[in-house]
Structure formats: C-alpha cells, structure tokens
C-alpha cells in the first residue's frame, strides 16, 4: 500500500470514528429515571441566583458573571427576567418568552436569540439548543448552545452549555443556579 493509500485509509477510519463519536451522545430520555424530578416552570418561578464561568476550548476561564434571575409563569409561558453582571463590569439582560408544550417540551425565544429554542425535559435534566447572537469585540457572532441542565437538588440546578461556532466547539459555560432562602 503506498503512503497516500495508507493516509486515506487512516483518515477514512478517523473521520468514521469521529461521526460516530458524535451519533451517540446523550439524550434526555438517558435521565428519565434520575431524580429529584425537574419541573422547569416551577423551578424557575419566583427569584432565582446564578454563577457562572465561560471557559474557552484551551479550558481557559475567559469570564465569570452572575445572573439574576425573576421568572413568572401565565398562561403556560414561563418569562425568564435575566440580569447579567460580568466581572470586568458589563452587564446584559436577557429576556427569555418559554412556551410550556406538554409532556415535557418547550420553546422559547429571547432578543439575541435568532429562531427558535428548543427544549426536553425528563428525570432530573433539561436539554435546551438555540443560536445566540453573542458581541464578541466590535463584531457579532452567530453560535450555537447546547445547554444540559441538571437538578441536583430541589434548590440547586447546574448547567454545562456547549458552545459552537460553524458547527465548531468555541467553548463551555457552567452555570449553578440556586433557589434563595
């Protein structure tokens, strides 16, 4: 076999490898069975605190923040009151309009979301994508989440997003929200 050959081969079983990988990721039907059980319009009512850190694909923490958050719910819409404070200063707000679906569905849509998100819920974990319109310098960005929530307890609700750019992973954001006193 000469040298190009045994470079396509490899690069042929390395792309098979790498689709594959990406076919069996998880589904929120995975969690169907964990607990304590999320019911994400109740959790989500009344005033909420987060903590986050945005690391960026080299795992380099490039920012933290804090959110805010007052969520009401009425007539199966959940409204999600984000306030946003950065640590170099900047803040932000984003406000989220969640359409309750049944059987544990939802979309949603917010000012810098482009379309429409998408959501499941089963067990203990939510599974949210949408596209986000996100400042980046003096440009703007289209990128991709791919948030995974979990509730780890009836007060504490931890989010891992997967953040892409062109279908490429630009970075992570994690994020523990917790229920106040």
């Not at 098979?16 to 169907?32: I, N, W």
């Not at 996100?134 to 931890?158: A, P, Q, R």
Request: with cysteine.
């Amino acid at each position: 076999m000469t040298v190009s050959r045994k470079f396509a081969a490899a690069f042929a079983l390395g792309s098979a490898l790498m689709f594959t990988a990406c076919a069996t990721g998880p589904s929120v039907e995975d969690y169907a069975q964990r607990g304590p059980t999320l019911v994400l319009e109740e959790y989500f009512e009344g005033e909420t605190v987060a903590y986050g850190i945005f690391e960026d694909r080299f795992n380099k923490v490039r920012r933290t923040f804090k959110v805010d958050i007052t969520g009401t719910v009425e007539n199966n819409v959940l409204t999600l009151d984000e306030r946003f404070i950065y640590d170099d200063g900047e803040r932000d707000v984003r406000i989220w309009e969640i359409d309750i679906l049944g059987g544990g569905k939802y979309s949603g849509t917010a000012g810098d979301v482009p379309g429409v998100a998408t959501g499941e819920v089963s067990g203990n974990a939510f599974n949210w994508t949408y596209k986000v319109d996100l400042k980046v310098g003096d440009s703007t960005w289209n990128v991709g989440f791919d948030d995974w929530m979990y509730l780890v307890e009836d007060d504490v609700l931890i989010n891992r997003a997967y953040v892409t750019r062109w279908g490429i992973l630009i970075g992570e954001v994690t994020i523990t929200f917790v229920k106040p006193d």
